[in-house]
């Protein structure tokens, strides 16, 4: 009988292990396991067992340990990690390393103790054995990493270490995988014990028979800090009861209230519009039956899709079950986690990576106990491992966030909809501009939709304006650009003077995208990659947005020596400052990467706009989809052709949503909104369909499109990239990977190998294929094979299937 561990590391299979006889009924599919991995002590899960290891029985190690007395990670969750390996090409570690909290996996370094004969062995002796032993007879114990720290070497130690063991002069403990610092407590219970032969133990110690007897009164067990609080006395009166058999130790899990930083939510409707109420019966008659359907729940901005899958969660609750909502950015956690704080109170449970390591754990640890009834976060959500699991939300499904851009490169939208097909249950997609994958879904009635055509509260979609910007008069030093329109300039005059809050939108951060000189046109770009360096006004700095690289901004061009440098184009610092000018006494916020580093800092933001303390916000796509602002009255796109130029086949796709999100956040209360598009292009159909919300027109436009060039949704599409510090070595990998698969399959059509729009990134040369094929077999076919190519060391191979960008 065999295990198959998978550890939360980039090795490309799950590894086998010897089950020993006496861990047969513990070592379990979900279980935590200790075993030796080249030499050391690892953690990993077990995600099969199997009866052929694959490999000589003979080279098999055992098991040394399985942690867990019932599986850590439920069944259901554990399926999805293996479909997910298996359908992303990706590590089923990897896979694991964003299922399972990392610190589950941690192994404390090896403790050295004080054995029996240390003094008598240290007398005799050598200098290096001897020096060792002094150290542990000062410290009594030691971590081989604090004397690894104190130069002793790893191989003096692998050596010492043993020979002293063996000798009964020191003792090596190996310490299991647990919690992380601080996740569990030392907590004191009475040993069962007759009164009378509790008191003989005792004896004459007044300040333990004055522990006993408050905890006898007391009845149950305390955690050890309170009970020498309560009784005033020192750790040494518990632990003399401990050595008697008065009391007995054990540790438990520390309960960590884990802070959701939640926003305050609006009021909830006292009744749902006709449309919501067939909507929501509709899904709530799907709940508890074992059975998958996938509904989406397709509607206007502010026409109520937020309440009704909250009250069918609330449905799923009340028959026992649980839920998950998952959002595409951590930014819209805090508008959710509050809205079902409302209705749920402490049962929910808030789960994404910008949570401290503590944190998480006691969310997924209570997530796993079954102590919370809703499960909420972006894609790192999914994995919860709700025991009762009876209904899935993915709000905004169409949104590009769902898909991870680093390994393993999964899409949480349709990992939901798979999970929801293994546990037979319900799955709600909801949008007001549903992806094309979805839509194709629903024309091939995989998906059924349920739509809510008009606002709640018989509110209006706002009116929308395009403002031509080869018209506008250039603004001064601006090279001829022109970023605040003179409509829109005069609608924010407007707006604040009503008292009415606004939303712009500018789809770059920091100051300005370009730095350049005017007298030899050298651009400031970035040392590893091959893009523009950003101008951040605020940190003085010109920083690299995709690898960190900073520096300062320079005084003279490094190039001709030149002193007369233009900040070109314009991100969220100078639009915000452009505001401020324009409404010297009006507080504007910025909302992006920058200025919301933690859940604080976004959370804070949010309040304070909420609140109507700062007035007109601006910010990045943070701002375009999710919120619900009453006071806001006008949102602008400051340049909507940003996303159009963009060298990818979604960029019409992505503007159209971004567009018509960001409108949908105006007029969401009782007053009419009005939404303002600048662009350089009037006339492309993405534009000319977001000013009449017409999704269903854009969706036909773009769909003829997407057929002609035979991409998604119309075909199946796979990206295999080889990086590298040599532009040779990448080009060369590349090359060879494409000779791998000819003939290519039937069906499959192969663009490239060529270098990647992004052709230089965090130092490596980048350089791309793209496949595609209009059933999953053949690309299935082609990517074995080169998943099976062996590449040299200092080439990075990544493959990416059903990709959201090609960039």
Known sequence: ???????????????????????????????????????????????????????????????????????????????????????????????????????????????????????????????????????????????????????????????????????????????????????????????????????????????????????????????????????????????????????????????????????????????LTEHQTRALDSLVSALGRNEFRAFLLEGVTGSGKTEVYLRLVAAAVARGLQGIVLVPEIALTPALAGQLGRKFGERVAVLHSSMAEGERVAAWESARRGEVDVVAGPRSALWAPLPRLGVIVVDEEQDASYKQEEEPRYHARDLALTLGQRCRIPVVLASATASLEVLSLAAHGRVEVLDLPERVAGGRLPEVEVVDLRVEPPESGEHGQRFLSTRLRELLEQTIARGEQAILLVNRRGWAPVLLCRECGHEATCRDCSIPLTVHRRQGALMCHYCGFRREIPEACPRCGGEVLHHVGAGTEKIASRVRELLPDTAVDILDRDTARSPAQLLATLERFSAGESRVLVGTQMVSKGHHFTAVTLTGVVNADNLLGFPDFRGAERTFHMLTQVAGRAGRGERPGTVVIQTYHPDHYALRAALTHDVKGFAEEELRYRKAFRYPPATRLALVRFEAASESAAVAAAQAAARAIEPVPAGMRV?????????????????????????????????????????????????????????
């Open 751 to 807: 663009v490239g190998p060529a270098p990647a729009p992004l052709a230089r990134l965090r130092g490596k040369w980048r350089v791309q294929m793209l496949l595609l094929a209009p059933t999953r077999p053949p690309l299935r076919e082609a990517l074995t094979v080169i998943s099976a190519l062996s590449v040299p060391r200092a080439v990075h191979r990544v493959i990416d299937v059903d990709p959201q960008s090609t960039v």
């Open 1 to 271: 009988m065999y295990a198959r561990v998978a550890f939360p590391t980039a090795l490309p299979d799950a590894l086998s292990y010897r089950v020993p006889e006496a861990l047969e009924t513990l070592a379990v599919p979900g279980a935590r396991v200790r075993v030796r991995l080249r030499g050391q002590v690892r953690v990993g899960i077990v995600v099969e067992i199997v009866e052929d290891p694959g490999v000589a029985a003979e080279k098999v190690l055992p098991l040394e340990e399985v942690l867990d007395p019932e599986p850590l990670v439920p069944a259901h969750v554990l399926e999805l990690v293996r479909f997910a390996a298996d359908y992303y090409a990706a590590p089923i570690g990897s896979v694991v390393r964003s299922a399972v909290p990392g610190a589950l996996f941690r192994v404390p370094p090896p403790l050295v103790q004080v054995g029996p004969r240390a003094r008598e062995v240290a007398e005799e002796a050598g200098p290096a054995e001897r020096r060792l032993l002094e150290r542990l007879l000062e410290a009594r114990r030691i971590t081989v990493a604090r004397l690894r720290t104190e130069g002793w070497g790893q191989k003096e130690l692998a050596e010492m270490l043993p020979a002293l063991e063996s000798r009964h002069a020191l003792r090596v403990v190996e310490r299991g995988a647990g919690r992380p610092p601080g996740a569990t407590v030392s907590a004191v219970v009475l040993a069962e014990l007759p009164p009378e032969e509790r008191a003989r133990r005792v004896g004459n110690a007044p300040a333990q028979a004055r522990v006993v007897a408050w905890l006898a009164e007391l009845g149950r067990p305390i955690l050890e800090g309170e009970l020498l609080a309560a009784c005033g006395c020192s750790p040494g009166v518990v632990t003399g009861l401990v050595r008697k058999g008065v009391l007995q130790r054990f540790r438990q899990v520390r309960h960590r209230d884990v802070r959701r930083w939640e926003l305050a939510p609006p009021p909830p409707p006292t009744e």
